[in-house]
């Protein structure tokens, strides 16, 4: 039943919605009873690497001193957020806790290039983690709710992985809460600590957020003992052939296939493999995308009806289908390419279909695949639910055919379907979303959305967005020369629309 449970969080936005549970709040290296098992590793051969030459050498030591200007938040970094990435391929973030609030963060050309460069940035990396330099990312703890303290954590460690299988054991009940402070700066080995996760595939965070109102605070310039360990796991004469070795085992590691804490140790194996499937066809293509080709073709993407039919498919991939597809849906590996089309094509449900998507460069057959999902939203489809997601990926791979497609969605819409129009638009870049959303300034009926009528006053009294403000808020968002701000009543909003209709039609 605790199986179940598990699996039925892990599956439970079946509209592919990104907020994974694969990644904890609580670090899983607390958990001393979690066993993975390692499965059979491919026999796969790395093809001799020239080493950094000291060109290379000298650039990657200026982007780590460069580090010292970062100003900006960005996962592994942020007091907002906890969650993963790999920066140098758009899209692949997954946020496991967030604050509501302006998140303020901006990912670093500086970090996507070292991220880039990976296992030959890897030993001048590991060299700079005691690195003390401040950055100008300050983190802050206001108030007397919640707290901050130094945690010492060290993320998702794979305990089947050679690397790590000592350091695992050592550390053993440690991350815990330390004492709470006011205020860390963000060091330069902060930062490499956060870009070495990346690289090896591990959710290596120096600041994250813990609910509720919690920072944690895992700096290697300030434990001397975590930066030990980081280096201990990673440090070798042939940072290469140490990278591909550590990702094969993860992309070999597997749950124990039974026991209590079955649903958890699968939780693990699912982030190792699928964070290595992409690291391995990203740093070591030419060895690798067969490889993956060949598991995509055997992936079950059939239709699921229920938590158990997701557990059966689940187990039956060892990985989540849509998450391993995600990982590598970027690539132009041709033979990765033919793969995911045939996903695609053979794809039972919509998580899985949205997850090759990226890949899928034939608009008639994105058309044929995404309209019948279309046609069957409920009629109350709301924002942020199966439609939106839908909707947004659909705009998104096929922006100059995909307009007859909204405006079939809105005909007769209610106003759940207008706002989830509103944000989807929102988010991409089309020619022709004024065609969409002009008529919706016409639109008066009231949502559940509120504003409060001075923006001033935190406990002023608030009223109902209508589906024209909502509208006239995302045309201002996306065009600079309109102007639409929430403050007064309906009847000053009104004259705002009325100033941005009149813009409209001059333009047309």
Known sequence: MRMLLVLGSMFALLAGSRLSSTVADEPITKSPGLTVKLGKIPNVKLTPRIKAGQAQIKRIKELIADLAKLDSADIGLSAIMNGHDFAPVPCQSQISSILA??????????????????????????????????TNIIVKHEGDFGGMWYGGELGSINPANPAEAAVYKSRSGEGGRGSNIKSHTVTIGDVCFVVVGQIVGRGYQAVRYQPTACIVVNSPTQDAKLCANVRSMWTSKDPARKLFDSLLTDYSTEGPGEGDELGYAWELANLCQCGAALRLLYYFPQECAALIAERLDKLDVSATKDVDDLTRQFLFNRVRADEFIKGVSWSKEPVVRTALIAVFKRAGDQRDMLAALPAIDDVNLVHERLEPLVAKLPPDDSPYHQGHVLLSAFVRQTPATTKPILQKYLRNACTERCLTACVVLREVEVAWETDVLGPLLE???????????NPEEKKGPRLPKRVCDVAAETLAQKHSELKFTFAGGHADLDKQIAVIREQLNRKH
């Open 101 to 134: 609030s302006n998140h303020r963060v901006k990912q670093s050309q500086i970090f996507r290039d070292l991220v880039e460069l990976g296992p030959a940035a890897l030993p001048y990396l590991l060299d700079a983690l005691d690195d003390k330099t401040p």
């Open 443 to 453: 639109d008066s009926r009231m949502t559940q959305w509120t504003y409060p009528v």
